[in-house]
């Protein structure tokens, strides 16, 4: 036997005898299939959330400190050399 | 906007409803095929099948054209893989006998069968898949096909030693 007929002869050994799909087999694939849908729809958005949350503190925190207003310098830079 | 939406998954319910009709049972017939088991007796291949159909569903709206057939085979045939990895350690070599036309062969070598000649999935695709080489994939198919078509005779059951008479 070469080898494409041994390949078409695992394949008639293959095909034998389907097994029969269970009734519950669907209402059971559409209940976890919901259910990863439901728990994504949740992961996201507890991640806006965290982000939101994050950009909100930092907002916030920048408006209280304003750490881009230099203060007035209190020392001079010595002079030498008149 | 709200009709808009309920007629929207009202549509991928249906669609989804009639994909799973149409694909169950070949798809359940290659997964009692990769765990071995007999068709009337398969509750590892049922948990597999609905496992990745599950996924499929998930991520229905976002398949962009891909084929949903395609989608799930592949999720069964990667959670096949995983879970023979973990319940043996390695995917390779442990025999286990039970039912099934496959029940001689190691794991990977009725991952590589169904996918290949079941399935009619290319050497590439199949390497891919699973990280081998489209060599790799040809010389395990070869063996599979090999011990399949003619089974190495099995070990002799241990033979209780003949007791010896009493003299």
Same mark, same amino acid.
């Given at each position: #036997?070469?080898?494409?007929?041994?390949?078409?002869?695992?394949?008639? #050994?293959?095909?034998?005898?389907?097994?029969?799909?269970?009734?519950?087999?669907?209402?059971?694939?559409?209940?976890?299939?919901?259910?990863?849908?439901?728990?994504?729809?949740?992961?996201?958005?507890?991640? &806006?959330?965290?982000?939101?949350?994050?950009?909100?503190?930092?907002?916030? &925190?920048?408006?209280?400190?304003?750490?881009?207003?230099?203060?007035?310098?209190?020392?001079?830079?010595?002079?030498?050399? &008149? | @906007?709200? =009709?808009?939406?309920?007629?929207?998954? %009202?549509?991928?319910?249906?669609?989804? =409803?009639?994909?799973? %009709?149409?694909?169950?049972?070949?798809?359940?017939?290659? %997964?009692?095929?990769?765990?071995?088991?007999? /068709?009337?007796?398969? /509750?590892?291949? *049922?948990?597999?099948?609905?496992?990745?159909?599950?996924? !499929?569903? $998930?991520?229905?709206?976002?398949?962009?054209?891909?084929? /949903?057939?395609?989608?799930?085979?592949?999720?069964?045939?990667? *959670?096949?893989?995983?879970? $023979?990895?973990?319940?043996?350690?390695?995917?390779?070599?442990?025999?286990?006998? *039970?039912?099934?036309?496959?029940?001689?062969?190691?794991?990977?070598?009725?991952? @590589?069968?169904?996918?290949?000649?079941?399935?009619?999935?290319? =050497?590439?695709? !199949?390497?891919?898949?699973?990280?081998?080489?489209? =060599? *790799?994939?040809?010389?395990?198919?070869?063996?599979?096909?090999?011990?399949?078509?003619?089974?190495?005779?099995?070990?002799?059951?241990?033979? /209780?030693?003949?007791?010896?008479?009493?003299?």
């Amino acid at each position: #036997m070469n080898l494409r007929e041994r390949e078409a002869a695992v394949r008639r #050994m293959l095909e034998r005898t389907p097994p029969p799909v269970p009734p519950d087999l669907y209402p059971e694939v559409l209940r976890r299939g919901t259910r990863i849908l439901r728990r994504r729809t949740a992961a996201r958005r507890l991640l &806006w959330l965290t982000l939101l949350a994050a950009a909100l503190a930092f907002a916030i &925190w920048a408006s209280l400190t304003r750490p881009w207003a230099e203060l007035p310098s209190t020392t001079t830079p010595p002079i030498n050399g &008149w | @906007m709200r =009709e808009r939406h309920a007629s929207q998954e %009202a549509r991928r319910a249906r669609d989804f =409803e009639a994909f799973v %009709a149409g694909a169950a049972g070949r798809l359940l017939h290659a %997964a009692t095929l990769l765990t071995a088991e007999t /068709p009337d007796d398969n /509750p590892r291949a *049922r948990r597999l099948l609905t496992l990745a159909l599950a996924e !499929t569903y $998930a991520s229905w709206d976002r398949l962009r054209g891909d084929d /949903p057939y395609d989608r799930t085979r592949q999720q069964v045939a990667t *959670r096949f893989a995983r879970e $023979a990895w973990h319940r043996h350690g390695t995917f390779g070599r442990q025999r286990r006998d *039970r039912g099934g036309v496959l029940a001689g062969l190691s794991p990977r070598e009725r991952l @590589m069968l169904v996918l290949r000649l079941y399935e009619g999935v290319t =050497e590439e695709q !199949t390497g891919a898949l699973l990280g081998l080489s489209t =060599e *790799r994939v040809r010389a395990i198919c070869t063996r599979a096909v090999a011990t399949l078509l003619h089974p190495p005779p099995r070990p002799a059951p241990a033979v /209780p030693v003949a007791k010896v008479a009493p003299s």
